[in-house]
């Protein structure tokens, strides 16, 4: 068998639907590609799985990945956690993330910054890949849908700081968390920021560097500080 088949059937097996691969790599590429995954899977059996509430198949964890309060945390199958990646759970209503998901490298879920300002909940559907860089702050709530690619560095919110009291420091004024919702099938481009109590349809494409400030509708091309609706999808197609 070709050196690629055997990869494709290892993702194929892994993420549970089928993977085609066209560049032919060698038996020395192989050999590193597996002897990293395999490194990183246990990792993740040794230190990353027994302490969840909740896990399904083989977790990979890169070195220096790390889930802080597991027992907040339900996964599915094929979770990768990339070099450095961190998820710190500590929330009222904890953290539930469907199968092949992926944390890139120094990407960073955050339910809670600080003790006073406990997150409420993040939920995370299947076949979800947030990229470098990103952090997600969960001090409300967020959901993501299913097929949702991030690129590095994006940012989402799902709370803002009141700072209507001027004699009073904005540090000390409380925060009014809100609900994030991201849909299904949606492209977010390399430097996003999604601000809080803003829900993104399905099948939208944001455009790298925009600032999300408002709801926008299904199928939506987006951009621009902040960003505004440059097209539909569905119009192109008639």
């Known amino acids: 068998m070709k050196t690629y088949k055997v990869i494709e059937f290892f993702l194929s097996r892994v993420k549970k639907e ?10 020395r590429e192989f050999i590193s590609i597996m002897t990293s995954k395999a490194f990183s899977a ?6 990353v799985k027994p302490f969840l509430k909740h ?16 027992h907040k945390v339900k996964v599915g199958s094929g979770l990768n956690l990339m070099k450095n990646s961190a998820i710190n759970a500590l929330s009222y ?9 992926t944390l890139g490298k120094y990407a960073m879920i955050e339910c809670t910054g600080v003790l006073r300002n406990v997150g409420n909940s993040l939920k995370i559907g ?3 890949g947030i990229n470098h860089f990103c952090f997600i702050g969960v001090r409300g709530d967020i959901e993501i849908g299913n097929n949702v690619i991030f690129g590095p560095r994006v940012n989402v919110f799902s709370e803002n700081h009141n ?23 949606v492209w977010i481009g390399a430097n996003v920021s999604i601000m809080s109590d803003v829900t993104i349809g399905d099948g939208c494409i944001i455009a790298a ?13 987006i951009g621009g500080v902040p960003a505004k609706v440059l097209k539909n999808r569905k119009e192109e197609e008639l």
């Not at 246990?42 to 230190?47: A, E, K, S, V």
């Not at 399904?56 to 597991?70: D, L, P, T």
């Open 18 to 27: 089928k993977h085609t691969l066209s560049y032919p790599f060698s038996l």
């Open 55 to 70: 896990s399904n198949g083989i977790i990979f964890a890169e070195s220096g990945a790390k889930v802080k309060f597991g």
């Open 93 to 101: 209503s904890g953290v539930e993330i469907g199968n092949n998901f």
């Open 163 to 185: 700072y209507h009291d001027i004699a009073v420091p904005i540090k000390n004024q409380g925060v009014t968390k809100g609900k994030t919702v991201i849909g299904n099938d």
């Open 126 to 128: 299947d076949n979800v």
């Open 209 to 221: 560097g925009a600032v999300v400030t408002k709801d926008i509708p299904a199928y939506s091309v």
């Open 42 to 47: 246990i990792r993740g059996t040794l230190f």
